[in-house]
């Protein structure tokens, strides 16, 4: 058993190379399917986002887990393999438990502490457990991953100060209203930026949106998508009156909002306050409108002055996360040993032991009377028997757990031994054996038909 993960994200590849690597929602059967089929190849998981493709997989102990994963990805995507290998990173063993967790903590996201990443992994396991690539491996590191996500947001306030352009308007527009629900926005320019800046205000609670733009077609589109109203451009000034927020992203080159041109505005509001958020570069906004009473205008220097100062809170929480993660990390490690064959056969052994003894105690109470050399004759015998019986299986033990299912067959002698138990003292994973003896009797079954085209073509002459 081995862990293996085969990556590339905004740090390593351009959008025009992320954009090929893509397994959309409804091509990720297929895709872990074709990943599963792969020999070396136990166990898959696909995390694809706008901002990273990734396949975690458990591979065969001594196979090359990662080319398994790049072959596949360079076939599946039509890609050069070559060329492909120069935007991928590699992780193997603890590394990629430790990746996975970052991941989840929104501690590798482009935006540290956002909240999506949580959401996306999950839904990457879902659909890996829903065609059965996930096992008893998986199944427990994923899980314990959104136990690191919700530890993180629970126990840090790694998400609670903006870090990007657009929300960080939103964090400044709250300190000049008490609450924003109920408020009306007037966007001016239909840009992304525009956009984005109006969503995270409207999902705060602001209630109405009338977008103006020299194209009446492009604010139409835009006022579509937050059922607002478009506006005239020439009804700026005369429907400004209405908002309490108003977001400038136009492409002039000169300011399109002064002054002279807010003043008689501001003289029919009596008394709101209005809210200018310039995020234009050039500036749309003549910064002497900051003089009038009543008005509050923040530029794009200030929205990133609060940028940075979160982006320092938002380090100093993340070192939490990261101790978090070390604390995960230990819980996962030990529960891998525990999986690992040596301390099986060495638990195995040692409960045969304690039962031997414990026997033979009860022997020598009622034999009684053992001269030392009986006695060390009686100890040998048992010794000798218990030594015969486990050395079969646990050598078998040994040679099967370098192999692709190794891990479950290590997790069956847990079973039969009861070295596992949960905290009522029954014995864990109760469907195990099934499925073992499903794997078994489908082997023999190929062997069975293997067997049968043999015959076949020795009678054909082939």
């Not at 990805?73 to 070559?82: E, G, I, T, V």
């Not at 984005?196 to 492009?218: D, F, M, P, W």
């Not at 033979?360 to 100890?379: D, F, W």
Request: proline residues 2%; negative net charge; hydrophobic residues 40%.
């Amino acid at each position: 058993m081995h862990l293996t993960l085969v990556g590339l994200s905004h740090k390593t590849a351009p959008v025009e190379i992320r954009e090929k690597l893509t397994f959309p929602a409804h091509r990720q059967e297929e895709a872990l399917s074709l990943l599963m089929a792969t020999p070396d190849v136990a166990e898959a998981v696909i995390l694809s986002t706008c901002n990273r493709t990734e396949i975690y997989a458990v591979t065969a102990a001594g196979a090359d887990g990662s080319a398994a994963v790049i072959d596949f990805l360079a076939d599946y995507h039509d890609l050069d393999r070559h060329e492909l290998v120069r935007y991928l990173y590699f992780s193997e063993g603890e590394a990629v438990v430790r990746h996975l967790f970052r991941v989840v903590a929104s501690l590798d996201s482009m935006v540290i502490g956002e909240a999506q990443i949580l959401g996306q992994v999950k839904e990457a396991y879902e659909h890996a457990f829903g065609t059965e690539s996930v096992g008893r491996v998986f199944n427990r590191l994923f899980r314990q991953s959104f136990e690191v996500g919700k530890r993180v947001r629970t126990e840090t306030d790694i998400g609670e100060n903006a870090v990007s352009i657009s929300y960080a308007a939103v964090e400044l527009a709250k300190k000049v209203f008490d609450s924003l629900d109920g408020r009306t926005i007037l966007i001016l320019g239909a840009g992304k930026m525009s956009e984005l800046t109006a969503k995270h205000l409207v999902c705060n609670g602001v209630k109405s949106v009338l977008v103006a733009n020299r194209t009446y077609e492009r604010a139409e589109e835009l006022a579509g998508r937050f059922s607002g109203e478009a506006i005239r451009y020439d009804e700026l000034f005369e429907r400004m009156r209405e908002a309490d927020i108003v977001i400038s992203s136009t492409a002039a080159t000169h300011h399109v909002i002064t002054k002279e041109q807010v003043a008689p505005t501001m003289r029919g509001r009596k008394g709101n306050p209005l809210f200018l958020i310039d995020i234009a570069v050039p500036r749309d906004i003549d910064p002497d409108v900051n003089e009038l009473d009543d008005v509050f205008l923040y530029d794009i220097d200030d929205l990133n002055g609060v940028v940075e100062s979160n982006l320092e809170e938002r380090m100093r929480e993340a070192r939490r996360a990261e101790e978090i993660i070390a604390e995960e990390m230990v819980a996962f490690e030990r529960w891998i040993e525990s999986m690992e064959v040596v301390p099986t056969v060495a638990a195995i052994r040692a409960k045969a032991e304690q039962v031997r003894m414990a026997e033979l105690e009860k022997a020598l109470k009622r034999l009684g009377g053992l001269s030392e050399k009986e006695l060390k004759t009686v100890e040998a015998l048992t010794s000798s028997i218990v030594n015969k019986m486990l050395h079969g299986p646990t050598a078998r033990l040994k040679m099967v757990a370098g192999e692709k299912d190794g891990y479950d067959y290590i997790e069956a002698a847990r079973f039969l031994y009861g070295l596992d138990t949960n905290p009522e003292g029954k014995p864990a994973h109760q469907g195990l054996i099934k499925t073992l003896l499903g794997k078994a009797e489908r082997a023999a079954g190929r062997a069975a038909d293997k067997s049968a085209q043999n015959e076949m073509g020795d009678t054909l002459g082939c």
